[in-house]
């Protein structure tokens, strides 16, 4: 199915109107037309999935048994690291995906969480685990 939009619906405030309406007419809806995309965004939740059930067994286990750490608060810190700074990106999040578009910001996002893995391997003590759950947060921006 194509979905057929008129060019005085898209040109709000755009100044390439013959180009916007090339691209609207060969926006197709339906999952059967975007299976691709569909397919990707699975495999993405997959492993967002994956990683944060790994942390949260994982990571409190490395805590405790590779570290030392005898305090839950200080073990569980490492949610409230990740949650913080989610939560003050967050707020610039919108702005910055208006100035450079969102698909940007998301390769941003996705690139400062190329490390962590390397970072939880490789860690000498827990502050490298706090470290990494930052980078976490900037990456679920």
Not at 50 to 65: C, F, H, N, R, S
Request: no cysteine; aromatic share 10%.
């Amino acid at each position: 199915m194509v979905l057929a939009i008129s060019s005085s619906n898209l040109n709000h405030g755009e100044t390439n109107g013959d180009k916007n309406v090339d691209r609207a007419s060969t926006i197709r809806l339906g999952l059967k037309a975007n299976i691709n995309q569909f397919l990707l965004l699975i495999l993405v939740n997959a492993f967002v999935g994956a990683m944060i059930g790994l942390e949260q067994t994982v990571v409190p286990l490395l805590g405790k048994e590779e570290f030392g750490l005898e305090s839950n608060v200080l073990i569980l810190s490492f949610i409230a690291s990740f949650g913080i700074v989610k939560a003050i990106l967050n707020l610039f999040a919108g702005s910055l995906s208006d100035r450079w578009n969102r698909k940007k910001v998301l390769v941003l996002g996705w690139l400062f969480a190329v490390p962590v893995p390397f970072i939880l391997l490789y860690g000498p003590d827990w502050n490298w685990v706090l470290f990494a759950n930052v980078l976490l947060g900037v990456n679920q921006v």
